[in-house]
């Protein structure tokens, strides 16, 4: 069974702290990792995707990849009120393609 | 159009009856994904094309669940005889070339049934 867990949280912040969020996985096969955002009752938005291990920056965002110990993490610098949804966490295994996600985190920025 | 399209938005049936759920990715996407998101979970696979060919149905919950893309372009997912547990959030994705290409997400139909 190829799993991706997550804390559910909420994880609450205050405004212009660092958030972190953390996802393992169990497939040691997995290749591409993700994160999205989730607004309630939006759909998920692509935020960040990684590939190999190390820190990846986009902006205030960085993905961080350790395929030792299976472990993706997302650091949120200067959260903002407005970064306040569900993180989901998704890896591709395999050849085809299809996203194995995690439950989400809720992360709650309090200004 | 510039993202994936999905329609209706919102679709209210009453059990026994059969949907149809329509996506339309965005334009020169080779494989498309459809995910069902239940309340407080992440999406969970369904099926995936890559243009016209159903590669993956292995997600499908059940044989009324049938989903095809004829042309490569947009696709169904049809339910046939829906169930009170069909209800959920229907995402389509789609995806350029490469399997490890990243998913961009339609806004999903929000399916009740009553």
């Known amino acids: 069974q190829k799993e991706v867990e997550q804390n559910s949280g909420p994880l609450s912040v205050p405004e212009g702290a660092i958030a972190s969020l ?3 996985y169990s497939d040691r096969g997995s290749q591409s990792f993700f994160w999205y955002r989730q607004y309630s009752g939006k759909s998920p938005e692509l935020i960040m995707f ?3 291990n190390g820190d990846k920056e986009d902006g205030r965002f960085t993905a961080q990849l350790n395929k030792a110990s299976q472990y993706v993490s997302l ?3 200067d959260s903002q009120p407005s970064d306040s949804a569900t993180y989901l966490c998704a890896v591709i295994v395999g050849s085809q393609g299809n996203l194995i996600f995690g439950k ?3 992360l709650s920025v309090k200004p | 159009g510039a993202g994936v399209s ?5 679709k209210v049936a009453k059990r026994g009856q059969d949907v149809a759920l329509r996506c339309d990715p965005i334009s020169g996407h080779v ?3 459809w995910y069902q998101q239940a309340l407080g979970q992440g999406p969970e696979f369904l099926t995936y094309f890559q243009n016209e060919a159903q590669l993956d149905k292995s997600g499908l919950p059940s044989d009324r669940f049938f989903a095809e893309r004829p042309e490569g372009s947009v696709s169904t997912l049809k339910i046939q005889r829906t ?3 069909d209800s959920a959030v229907y995402l389509c994705a789609s995806s350029s070339t490469g399997a490890n290409q990243p998913q961009h997400f339609g806004d999903g139909t929000r399916l009740s049934i009553l």
């Open chain 2, 31 to 33: 494989s498309l994904f």
């Open chain 1, 75 to 77: 650091l949120i610098r």
């Open chain 2, 83 to 85: 169930q009170q547990e």
């Open chain 2, 6 to 10: 999905q329609s209706p938005r919102y």
């Open chain 1, 22 to 24: 953390n996802c393992t």
């Open chain 1, 50 to 52: 990684i590939y190999s």
């Open chain 1, 104 to 106: 989400g985190t809720k």
